[in-house]
């Protein structure tokens, strides 16, 4: 049985690594064409219009809720896109990225059960430099 198990984990991370390959190729053609020195939102909108181009499923702005003590709190975040349901995308146009930033994106991780993510930094000569894989 664990055999079965380690090459499901296998599978999936494979899986995950091709979409994520597949999104950055994504934000490497948005950064191509605009640059750096743009708002968040500017990029985030350019980036679900390549996803969509791309044929992969996405939501933007997905309400996040918290349970705390059995009370609910209603969209306490917002994730910035996730992709096919498996990939979360925390999008920065900041100087530098941080490790606040990825503190959140791995708060974002814990609480959607989502195991992957990238953040991803467009305020940055190259992209790739930018980019930050993030697992569970």
């Known amino acids: 049985m664990n055999n079965l198990n380690a090459a499901q984990d296998k599978r999936t991370d494979e899986q995950s690594k091709a979409l994520s390959e597949k999104v ?7 950064h191509r064409h605009l640059g750096p020195g743009l708002l968040e939102s500017a990029y985030e909108s350019c980036l679900c219009h390549e996803l969509f181009l791309r ?5 933007r702005q997905v309400p996040l809720h ?5 009370v609910l709190i209603d969209a306490a ?3 910035d896109i996730v992709v096919e349901n498996s990939l979360v995308l925390e999008l920065k146009a900041a100087e530098a990225l941080m490790p606040l930033h990825q503190a959140q994106l791995l708060t974002y991780l814990k609480l959607s059960g ?4 990238l953040l991803i930094n467009f305020m940055v000569p190259v992209l790739k430099d930018g980019i930050k894989r993030i697992s569970l």
């Open 77 to 79: 975040y917002k994730l």
């Open 114 to 117: 989502i195991k992957t993510g």
């Open 24 to 30: 950055i190729g994504a934000a490497i053609e948005v």
């Open 55 to 59: 044929n992969l499923r996405f939501q």
């Open 66 to 70: 918290i349970e705390y003590k059995t």
